[in-house]
């Protein structure tokens, strides 16, 4: 498989004027919200979707919200080195990601997860984010183990 050009991506919010009629990921849902849904739920503040353009075609997307985990006595004491009060910790939501069919299988996807990453990172001098949180579907979660996540 040829490599694809990453440097080449800009990523922007999704905002009118942006055409996403054409995306088609393979999955119908995910291709639903992003054609008819994700600019509601931007505009009622529920989430924020942005796009990966690849000659000014939108080639991946990303949704993403707030979130909040609780963790367990454990957990608290591995991450924190002791058990905080806290009954629930501040996090950065990846509640939608899909690739277009063709660009699939070229770390797109990984590419828009660091990017969230990094979001979180600067967010969290600004309002506290500790976690970056996924909502995935079952059939996906190796290939978010494989980014890191547990």
Do not use: W
């Not at 009629?21 to 849904?37: H, I, M, P, T, V």
């Not at 075609?57 to 454990?74: R, V, Y």
């Amino acid at each position: 498989m040829p490599s694809f050009p990453i440097q080449e991506l800009t990523i922007v919010l999704l905002k009118k004027g942006i055409s996403v009629e054409a995306f088609d990921c393979g999955d119908g849902d995910l291709n639903s919200f992003l054609k008819e849904d994700s600019f509601h739920y931007s505009e009622q503040e529920l989430a924020k979707t942005y796009v990966a353009l690849y000659q000014n075609q939108p080639i991946a997307f990303i949704s993403i919200c707030t979130d909040s985990i609780k963790l367990s006595k454990e957990e608290k004491l591995e991450e924190f080195g002791r058990e905080k009060i806290h009954p629930d910790y501040p996090a950065l939501k990846i509640a939608r990601l899909a690739v277009s069919k063709q660009y699939q299988h070229y770390h797109i996807g990984s590419t828009l997860i660091e990017y969230v990453i990094g979001m979180a990172i600067n967010l969290s001098d600004a309002v506290g984010c500790r976690f970056v949180t996924i909502d995935a579907y079952p059939q996906k979660i190796k290939f978010y183990e494989k980014c890191s996540f547990i």
